[in-house]
């Protein structure tokens, strides 16, 4: 049996950043206060943490991959909210952002992680942002210091 690698979540010291979306800032607002919460609760400097708002989830990947080029952070963190309307509008949204960051992430050396809510409609945005189904951004920080860890145990071999 070889070795098993496993991240803790533990980024303490690294640079990490956070894009949001101010497109239904109701909820990104939440998304980025989870985020920050969960960084700060696992030990993450204040100092350490830049974050980004960028207009839209369309928006996203363009900032997301301009922290990653910086070659100042251990992981980015996406979080934004796409929300269906009357239109076919949502899905082109929806699947712009989910593939441009997904491309971002494959392109980069560090994690990049997706906290974006697609929604049906505001209920479930709801329950994505704070309430029953918890907060999607605290959950996207979560993944960030696990995959920082990881990715330095497996870089270390
Ligand atoms: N952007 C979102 O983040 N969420 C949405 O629900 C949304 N809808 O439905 O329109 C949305 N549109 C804006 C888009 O992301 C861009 O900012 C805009 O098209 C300019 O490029």
């Known amino acids: 049996m070889g070795r098993k690698f496993e991240g803790r979540f533990d980024a303490r010291g690294k640079k990490i950043a956070i894009v949001g979306s101010r497109f239904n800032d109701f909820f990104t607002s939440e998304l980025m206060n989870g985020a920050l919460d969960c960084l700060h609760r696992h030990g993450v400097d204040d100092e350490l943490i830049d974050t980004a708002w960028v207009p ?20 980015v963190i996406c979080v ?13 949204v929806s699947s712009e952002v989910t593939k441009g960051i997904a ?4 392109d980069s050396d560090i994690p990049v992680v997706y906290g974006i809510i697609t929604a049906e409609n505001l209920d479930q945005a709801i329950e994505r942002s704070g309430t029953k189904a918890g907060n999607k951004g605290f959950d996207a920080a979560l993944t960030a210091l696990e995959m920082i860890d990881l990715c330095a145990e497996i870089d270390a071999g």
């Open 56 to 75: 839209g989830g369309f928006e996203i990947p363009m900032a997301a991959k301009r922290f990653v080029a910086s070659g100042r952070y251990a992981a």
């Open 80 to 92: 934004g909210c796409v929300i269906q309307g009357d239109t076919p509008h949502f899905h082109y």
């Open 103 to 106: 491309q971002v992430s494959l």
